[in-house]
């Protein structure tokens, strides 16, 4: 990643281009997933467990790279835009708009 990017819609094509692989994304998008019910969980019963969404969302999403997809996550250069690229591609693939 040797370009700086100034927006987020400079950065999603990158984003996209990290994600290419099919078991990558699938894994992105269960993390995303177990965030969503943890969160879910976390504000009906209370409790500690918002403390455990960032490991179970990057969990899933960094085996994906580091197994799968063989690149570095692009989270350790661009956090936000890396975290609203995770949000994007996961409304993205639930509506189909890219393969799952």
Not at 23 to 47: D, E, F, I, M, N
Not at 70 to 82: D, E, M, Q
Request: net charge positive.
């Amino acid at each position: 990643m040797s370009k700086p990017y100034t927006s987020f819609a400079e950065f999603y094509p990158f984003y996209l281009s990290q994600h290419a692989d099919r078991t990558c994304r699938r894994l992105h998008v269960v993390g995303s997933a177990v965030v969503l019910a943890l969160l879910a969980t976390a504000l009906v019963q209370g409790g500690w467990w918002w403390a455990s969404l960032p490991m179970a969302g990057y969990g899933f999403a960094w085996v994906g790279h580091f197994f799968f997809e063989h690149n570095k996550p692009a989270t350790f250069t661009y956090p936000l835009y890396s975290l609203m690229g995770d949000w994007v591609m996961f409304w993205q693939v639930l509506t189909r708009k890219i393969p799952f």
